[in-house]
């Protein structure tokens, strides 16, 4: 297992709706709303029945509008996980797509969580962890496969450096 490739990324903090805020009513303060369900089905992409969690391990904690995901590994469809190490066995472009596995594992959370991706408010938070070679630098555009695939989910709600 010492080559097991995982990103752990987390979406430390989510802000969603709470139960007695309706979704249509938020403050759109310079960010465009988009449908996140609708942008899944046009991107093609199925969601994954989330992980069951295992002894003191949880998908996801709420305390108040925020909710916290607990970090996943990239699993494909067949349920084998991406393994090696960036920058020796696996080029940037399958790390980016094996983040882009990560995302989904954490829509697939988020929905289980909420029922609806549409309640999310706001990413705020991404960590991301990429298992690589000693001299590699080019986390980020790893870490990217993830990021982007929110952005593409949810629009301006996950970009961070969006104006609130």
């Known amino acids: 297992m010492r080559h097991l490739f995982w990103i752990i990324l987390l979406l430390s903090a989510c802000e969603v709706a709470t139960p007695k805020e309706k979704t249509t009513d938020m ?6 709303k988009q449908d996140a369900e609708a942008q899944l089905l046009k ?3 199925e969601l994954p029945q989330p992980t069951t969690p295992v002894a003191n391990y949880v998908n996801s904690v709420r305390t108040g509008n925020l909710l916290f995901l607990a970090g996943k590994g990239p699993t ?3 349920g084998k996980l991406v393994t090696g190490k960036v920058g020796s066995d696996l080029t940037i472009e399958q790390g980016y797509q094996a983040a882009r596995l990560v995302g989904i594992a954490q829509l697939a959370v988020l929905k289980a969580e909420l029922g609806d991706l549409n309640k999310v408010k706001r990413i705020v938070k991404v960590l ?3 298992n690589c070679k000693d001299t590699f ?4 555009e790893v ?6 695939l ?3 989910v949810f629009g301006e709600k996950a970009n961070m450096l969006a104006p609130q």
Do not use: H, K, R, Y
Request: no cysteine; glycine share 10%; hydrophobic share 40%.
């Open 137 to 140: 630098e080019q986390q980020p």
């Open 128 to 130: 991301g962890m990429v």
């Open 150 to 152: 929110m952005v593409e």
């Open 43 to 45: 991107l093609g992409i």
């Open 76 to 78: 494909q469809a067949d």
């Open 143 to 148: 870490i990217n496969g993830f990021s982007d």
């Open 27 to 32: 403050p759109t303060t310079n960010i465009v």
